[in-house]
């Protein structure tokens, strides 16, 4: 399996663009996390899904961010409109089911660097 | 609230020194522990997990982490760092919230 697939790895765009970062699980995993990344607050999470349903979005920071996962292969992270303070890495992971997304191994994807100037 | 706290933000050793990277949780009830590693230009993996019984779980690489319950750690150890183990290590918590929690990670740079 090629692991977790995100895309693009790196974004640069203007503030009150609007943003979508796409993630595609490995094949089989129930669960799909979306991290966010920065120095201040290290490693976040945004949201997860189980067999493509939302169940957790408390990490989700505004009304600007949306998920979406559509099918159990593809998941999109949407910003819109953009600002600078959204500037980050974000990860995307995905988890088999076999006890819990708190006790399974999560496996992450290489991330995506979003510049927002 | 749960949280996972890393208080060694950059930790910088020669080669062959030893290691250990301090992990405090607060949880209530039952925890679960992990430590993963994101290796310069990898994806974050993980390195060894925690559920229960044995306190001392040993991962791979040669590290291992010891769950001291009364101190609410789950340091991380190696008796001899190279310099391949120059990474970003990173605690995380997980319990009845069913979500894992992250600590802010540890920077360890080994010079050779």
């Known amino acids: 399996d090629a692991g977790v697939i995100q895309s693009p790895r790196h974004e640069v765009t203007e503030m009150g663009q609007e943003v979508t970062l796409r993630c595609k699980p490995i094949s089989g995993h129930d669960y799909l996390f979306w991290y966010r990344q920065t120095m201040m607050r290290g490693l976040e999470l945004l949201i997860y899904?189980?067999?493509?349903?939302?169940?957790?979005d408390s990490g989700m920071p505004e009304d600007r961010f949306s998920a979406k996962m559509p099918n159990a292969s593809f998941s999109t992270l949407k910003i819109q409109p953009s600002e600078p303070r959204d500037s980050a890495v974000y990860f995307c992971?995905?988890?088999?089911?076999?006890?819990?997304?708190?006790?399974?191994?999560?496996?992450f994807g290489p991330g995506t660097r979003l510049t927002v100037l | 609230a749960q949280s996972v706290s890393q208080h060694n933000h950059h930790v910088i050793l020669s080669e062959a020194a030893s290691l250990e990277l301090g992990c405090n949780y607060s949880y209530g009830g039952t925890v679960n522990l992990f430590w993963y590693v994101q290796y310069p230009g990898q994806h974050l993996q993980l390195l060894l997990k925690y559920f229960s019984g044995d306190p001392l779980v040993k991962g791979i690489k040669g590290f291992e982490a010891e769950f001291i319950k009364s101190k609410f750690s789950f340091n991380l150890r190696k008796p001899s760092v190279q310099w391949s183990d120059t990474a970003e290590y990173f605690c995380?918590?997980?319990?009845?919230?069913?979500?894992?929690?992250f600590g802010t990670g540890t920077l360890l740079a080994v010079q050779p």
């Open positions: 899904f189980n067999n493509n349903v939302p169940i957790d």
């Open positions: 995380a918590g997980g319990g009845a919230t069913n979500k894992l929690i």
């Open positions: 992971a995905s988890s088999p089911w076999t006890q819990g997304p708190s006790t399974d191994t999560q496996y």
